[in-house]
Structures are given as C-alpha cells and as structure tokens.
C-alpha cells in the first residue's frame, strides 16, 4: 500500500481568525451578484462555513450585523398567566408539571419556569425542617407555662444563644 499524499495547498482558507471590513464587504458584495457560497469562498479565499456565517450575520444594504433571535408567539394570555401564576403560589411545593396539570394550560415547563420568572418568582428546594415531636411539643409547653410569671428584669437577664454569636465583653462583630 502506498502512502498517502498531502492535499495540495489550493484555495486554503487564510490563516488569519478575524475578518476585516472590506473583507465581509467583499463576500457581500459576491454574494450580491448571486455567487453560491462554495464559489464565494474559492474566491476571496475563505472557508466555505465563514462564508456563510458572514451571509447570515451581515446585511448587504447596511452593512450591520442581523440580531438574530428567535421571535416566537407568546404561547399564553394574561388571563392564563394570572391562572399559571395563582397556581404556584398555593401549590409551590409541587414541580412544575404538576403546577401544570393543576392549572389545566397546556404549556412547557419551560414556559411556565419564564411566565414565573417574569414576576420574579424562581424555583428552588426548601429546606428540611424537623418535625417536631409529641414530646418537643409538651417540652415547650411546660416551659411556656413555668416562665410565664417573669418579670421584665428577669427576661432582660436572658441570654438567647441560639439568635446569635455573643461574646461578652466586646463588641459584636468589631474588631
């Protein structure tokens, strides 16, 4: 088997990354005169996909680049958004497909997750708070019912540890 021969180096693309004005003006006006793109790029020596690129972003009579965005439908009304909107807030512990279900609209949860987003609503997961027990309950009762006598000086001498770091005789946070 013989070994296999380098392609030429022919109509290569430029070395260079970055187009200049007059280059994409150049493809523009090629293209203008109704040159394929594979023509064009044998002829200002590009790329075939660069040539493209340059056709799709750049308009020729002015000579901006295109916003290109995709413009769809707005898939829902108000009255469905303030529907859509009702139902996650009573049921935002639900995932999205259920909210949908419950609200009856036949939508993504891709549109639901951008109608909630435009009113500043965002999902997230809450966090786990411990159920409190039988006997947790009793506990604070009782001691709900033994201080219930105190006097002002009495819970002015209470120190409530669990609210915030204290270190007596200092300032808090200062140093």
């Known amino acids: 088997m013989s070994p296999r021969k380098k392609p030429s180096p022919g109509p290569n693309p430029c070395p ?17 005169s109704g040159h394929s793109a594979r023509a064009i790029a044998e002829k200002v020596r590009w ?10 972003t750049y308009d020729y009579n002015t000579f901006d680049g295109r916003v ?7 898939k829902t009304t108000k009255h469905e958004d303030r529907i859509l909107l009702r139902a996650a807030k009573t049921h ?10 419950i609200s009856g609209i036949n939508i993504s949860p891709t549109t639901l997750r951008r109608r909630l987003k435009e009113v500043e609503l965002f999902s997230g997961i809450r966090r786990w708070k411990p159920v409190l027990k039988p006997q947790h309950k ?16 009495q ?9 915030s770091s ?8 200062c140093r």
């Open 16 to 32: 260079k990354t970055v187009l200049s004005d007059s280059e994409i003006m150049r493809i523009l006006t090629v293209s203008h």
């Open 47 to 56: 790329g075939p996909s660069t040539v493209c690129r340059i056709l799709r």
């Open 155 to 163: 819970w002015f001498r209470v120190i409530w540890s669990d609210e």
């Open 92 to 101: 935002d512990d639900r995932c999205f497909r259920d909210i949908i279900t």
């Open 68 to 74: 290109i965005t995709r413009i769809c439908e707005r």
């Open 166 to 173: 204290i270190v007596l005789g200092q300032k808090s946070r």
């Open 138 to 153: 009793h506990a604070h009762l009782a001691w709900a019912k033994k201080h219930v006598n105190w006097t002002f000086d």
